[in-house]
């Protein structure tokens, strides 16, 4: 099992920035990609970023490219997701998924979300 724990998610005006973290622990061995999905109400859960655990690749949805930036610290088996340019169109539930091969289509293990509301 995997356990993956977000963090960081909050309350930010449009055009702020925000920085969420997704911490992993349990048999991390076999994961290979790790990445973000997010969700609004009424809306279908749509993937944002992904990044491949052993080389780094990273792959964004065309809604983000260009302003949001997904990293990873393999000492600390976290990756995260800065959010630069926030529009109120990025308020979400944002979920952190971990997947045992890549690319990431659809994660093995998920975090709870943390909520990110971006309004003035």
């Known amino acids: 099992q995997v356990q993956l724990v977000e963090s960081g998610g909050g309350l930010v005006q449009p055009g702020g920035s925000l920085r969420l973290s997704c911490a992993a622990s349990?048999?991390?061995?076999?994961?290979?990609?790790m990445g973000w999905f997010r969700q609004a109400p009424g809306k279908e859960r749509e993937f944002v970023a992904q990044?491949?655990?052993?080389?780094?690749?990273?792959y964004y949805a065309d809604s983000v490219k260009g302003r949001f930036t997904i990293s990873r610290d393999n000492a600390k088996n976290t990756v995260y997701l800065q959010m630069n340019s926030l529009k109120p169109e990025d308020t979400a539930v944002y979920y952190c998924a971990a997947q045992r091969t890549w690319p990431l289509s659809w994660g093995d293990y998920w975090g709870q979300g943390t909520q990110v509301t971006v309004s003035s």
């Open positions: 990044i491949r655990w052993s080389g780094g690749n990273t």
């Open positions: 349990g048999s991390i061995f076999s994961i290979n990609a």
